[in-house]
């Protein structure tokens, strides 16, 4: 059974401090692995795919990494208008439905 | 070019009843899939529609039941309606074909049962 562990479950940064968000996952074959943005009350804004080790994508101040074991989501600089929860998912089965971790909850404090 | 939508934003519902929430897919796509959300939580798989059938469903009972259209759309049903169901119902849009793709989601249902 597919699994996504994401870690730290909340992430308090000031303003310019930069971090890494991180994506544990064990799948019987990767398939991709899936970066959401998720502001409070709305659904899910994607981000980023990343589909073999090593590979980097990128968009503003956000930088996502994979491993064959995790992925990082590294935030440079951050704004308050960053805050927001981060999911991660990989895709499975037959109908490639996508197995989420629980987020991390971030905030950036001006 | 319209993402997917979902009505209604938020619902009311009492313990027992029934309720359907609705969804159209981002133009274009033709599969959709339906996500519970509990608080604090990353959301969960009910199942997927493509074709106007069902392709694969989660881990949830017989009570959440669905239907896609010919024009794409969807409908989640909830029969007997539990405290537990209260969450945040996700629809989300893909294209069929080769490949894992990327899934679009909408803003979503907030259902509070009481």
């Known amino acids: 059974e597919d699994q996504v562990t994401q870690s730290p479950e909340a992430l308090r940064l000031q303003e310019g401090e930069s971090s890494s968000l991180n994506c544990s996952y064990t799948v019987s074959g990767l398939r991709g692995l899936f970066w959401y943005r998720q502001d409070p009350g709305k659904g899910p804004e994607f981000l980023f795919t990343?589909?073999?080790a090593g590979e980097e994508k990128e968009k503003e101040r956000l930088k996502a990494t994979l491993t064959k074991k995790e992925s990082f989501l590294h935030i440079t600089a951050p704004k308050p208008e960053d805050s927001a929860t981060y999911l991660c998912a990989v895709p499975g089965g037959s109908a490639r439905q996508l197995t989420f971790g629980s987020g991390t909850q971030l905030t950036v404090l001006p | 070019d319209a993402g997917v939508t979902q009505s209604p934003t938020h619902l009311i519902k009492t313990r027992g009843q029934q309720v359907t929430l609705r969804c159209s897919p981002k133009?274009?796509?033709?599969?959709v899939s339906w996500y519970q959300q509990a608080l604090g939580q990353g959301p969960q798989f009910i199942f997927q529609?493509?074709?106007?059938?069902?392709?694969q469903r989660g881990n949830f009972p017989d009570r959440f039941s669905g239907h896609q259209f010919p024009n794409y759309s969807s409908e989640l049903n909830v029969n007997a309606l539990l405290l537990g169901d209260s969450a945040l119902y996700l629809c989300?849009?893909?294209?069929?074909?080769?490949?894992?793709?990327?899934?679009?989601f909408g803003p979503g249902t907030r259902l509070t049962v009481t």
């Open positions: 133009s274009g796509h033709d599969t």
């Open positions: 990343l589909y073999s």
């Open positions: 529609y493509y074709e106007e059938e069902e392709r």
């Open positions: 989300a849009s893909s294209l069929s074909g080769q490949g894992y793709r990327e899934q679009y």
